[in-house]
Nanobody, 124 residues
Framework: QVQLVESGGGLVQAGDSLRLSCAAS????????MGWFRQAPGKEREFVAA????????GYADSVKGRSTISRDNAKKTVYLQMNSLKPEDTAVYYC?????????????????WGQGTQVTVSS
């Protein structure tokens, strides 16, 4: 079992930055690819970014490429999503995910474990 706990969401204004965190635990968490998804009201859950615990493999959705950076701290067992130049259309619940595969993109069907989600609201 892998447990994922997100934090860092909130209400911000357009143009602001936000950093989300995902703390992972469990015996085999390091064998998974870690990803971030988001789901806006009335829309499907969509991929945002993914990273492996080892090596330099990273993937981003086109919608956030250039504005967001995914990173990890292996010692803290935490994955981060730094989001800059936020837009109202970035408003969504952001979910941390763990999958066996996911670079350059991860699909919801590939996800084995989900976090509970953290709300990000960007006001115009």
């Amino acid at each position: 079992q892998v447990q994922l706990v997100e934090s860092g969401g909130g209400l911000v204004q357009a143009g602001d930055s936000l950093r989300l965190s995902c703390a992972a635990s469990g015996r085999t968490f390091s064998s998974y690819v870690m990803g971030w998804f988001r789901q806006a009201p009335g829309k499907e859950r969509e991929f945002v970014a993914a990273i492996k615990w080892t090596g330099g493999s990273i993937g981003y959705a086109d919608s956030v490429k250039g504005r967001s950076t995914i990173s990890r701290d292996n010692a803290k067992k935490t994955v981060y999503l730094q989001m800059n130049s936020l837009k109202p259309e970035d408003t969504a619940v952001y979910y941390c995910a763990a999958a066996r595969f996911g670079i350059p993109t991860m699909t919801p069907e590939q996800v084995y474990y989900w976090g509970q989600g953290t709300q990000v609201t960007v006001s115009s």
